[in-house]
């Protein structure tokens, strides 16, 4: 827990540690998690930093900041657009992007989901809210915002005064709230859906989250 102590030394988490039952939400997004993230929402769950900076979460109060929600296979899929088409110089294959989180502005954040295998590898990257700026940071979620958070690392797209307030992070609830656990769902073959899909004229990525249409359509099919 190296990183997630350089973390609350800066930024101290506002609250106990909860449990949070992983093996479903990993089911639901078809991809092991890396172990910072998920001591990260453990210990400080849904919120943001700096009033600005917010994390994905298990137990994110809307579908926009939910881990297991629609934005991440939304943005893939504008990104797709972009890299087809050459709208933006997107640098990544949007399969191997998945949203972490975003800002108040709009930027968003990403894993860069690259060995899918290795979560603990994964790199984050950055996107300029209205325009085509990336920005790449060479280590995990955690090692990131604490990065941030310390100075050590300025995002282009973030704003300057950022920590003008000094590093900080508020709950999206009150710090008594107790989040409902995530709904148990039964394992599934996403191989089988893979090939379902491919076999049914569906765009699916080869490894990663499965879009949560063609998952639906696959059930609707009987599956």
């Keep these: 827990m190296t990183e997630l102590n350089a973390l609350t030394r800066i930024c101290p988490a506002p609250r106990p540690a909860l449990r949070i039952a992983w093996e479903p939400v990993e089911a639901t997004l078809g991809m092991t998690l890396p172990t910072d993230y998920k001591q990260l929402a453990e210990h ?3 919120g943001a930093f700096c009033r600005y900076l917010h994390v994905h979460h298990p137990h ?3 579908e926009f900041v939910n881990l297991t929600g629609p934005v991440p296979d939304r943005v893939r899929a504008h990104l797709r657009e972009d ?3 050459g709208t933006h110089p997107v640098p990544y294959d949007p399969n191997h992007l998945f949203t972490i989180g975003g800002t108040d502005n709009g930027e968003r954040i990403f894993w860069i989901t690259d060995p899918i295998e290795d979560p603990d590898r994964w790199r984050i990257a950055v ?7 990336w920005f790449t940071f060479d280590g995990a979620l955690v090692d990131f915002l604490a990065s941030v958070l310390s100075g050590r690392t300025a995002v282009p797209q ?5 920590l003008e ?4 992070f508020t709950p999206a609830r009150p710090v008594l709230w107790k989040p409902e656990a995530v709904a148990d769902q039964p394992a599934v073959d996403t191989a089988a859906i893979r090939t379902w899909a491919r076999d049914n004229g569906y765009d699916v990525p080869p490894r990663g989250r499965i879009p949560a249409e063609t998952r639906e359509a696959w059930e609707r099919a009987g599956g």
């Excluded at 973030?158 to 950022?162: H, I, S, T, V």
């Design 83 to 85: 890299y087809d088409q």
């Design 158 to 162: 973030f704003p300057r005064d950022l």
């Design 127 to 133: 996107n300029e809210a209205r325009g085509p700026q």
């Design 44 to 46: 400080y769950g849904p």
């Design 165 to 168: 307030g000094g590093p900080s």
């Design 60 to 62: 994110g109060p809307t």
